[in-house]
């Protein structure tokens, strides 16, 4: 048992160095990477990469090919529309059930720091933004994802997550586009805040078909 249990773990850890990889773009979209070279890459026994790889096939993030190694997914058109249409759906049903459930604590919060950044990217405050500005416009969707209270749900936001993560390495944050984001996520906040369910899923859909057009493929 104890054996097992070391092996799961390290499996567990291989895993969660794998998905930082990804998230930082160590790993980029699209990229063919051999195992050795994944397992040199992580620092982790093979067996424990290959469950890892495993993983991450099962969560489209990664394709393995026989002899050939593993390619990040890549960030083709339909791939990111799919993506961000997927987030849309569970973003408004997460505001959909925080409104009728009035789980709004924390939204005083999220205003603030939207119109900081707001103000930060009106003023110019430099290259060191846009990555500052994912944080917080990861802060809105994460906030969405909780009020879906559903462990399933919450895997599946997860792992695209991890998706647009990839994405978002290819297609960075362009401080032209960090003030209006942070408008339109300021919208669905307002529109929380006023528990105002219709003008909330209108503000998500609004923000999602921005972020498809600044990505060039509404």
Excluded at 49 to 64: D, F, I, M, N, P
Excluded at 84 to 110: K, P
Excluded at 159 to 171: E, H, L, T, Y
Aim: charge should be neutral.
């Amino acid at each position: 048992m104890t054996q097992s249990r070391d092996v799961q773990l390290l499996a567990d850890k291989a895993q969660e160095e794998l998905w930082s990889a990804l998230r930082t773009g160590k790993l980029r979209g699209g990229q063919f990477i051999s195992i050795s070279q994944l397992v040199a890459l992580l620092d982790f026994p093979i067996a424990a990469v290959r469950e890892a790889v495993k993983q991450a096939s099962s969560q489209g993030l990664v394709a393995t090919f026989p002899k050939r190694g593993v390619q990040v997914m890549e960030a083709l058109p339909d791939t990111i529309r799919e993506c961000l249409d997927f987030r849309m759906v569970l973003d408004q049903e997460g505001a959909r059930r925080r409104i009728s459930r009035n789980a709004l604590s924390g939204l005083n919060a999220l205003r603030q720091q939207h119109d900081a950044m707001r103000k930060a990217a009106q003023a110019d405050a430099g290259p060191e933004l846009p990555p500052k500005a994912i944080a917080v416009d990861l802060s809105l969707h994460n906030y969405l994802a909780g009020g879906l209270e559903n462990s399933q749900l919450v895997a599946a936001y997860d792992a695209n997550r991890m998706r647009i993560a990839i994405i978002q390495n290819v297609r960075p944050f362009l401080q032209d586009r960090i003030v209006s984001a942070m408008d339109e996520h300021l919208a669905i906040i307002d529109a929380m805040h006023n528990r105002d369910i219709e003008r909330a899923l209108q503000a998500i859909d609004h923000h999602c078909a921005q972020t498809l057009r600044w990505w060039g493929v509404a």
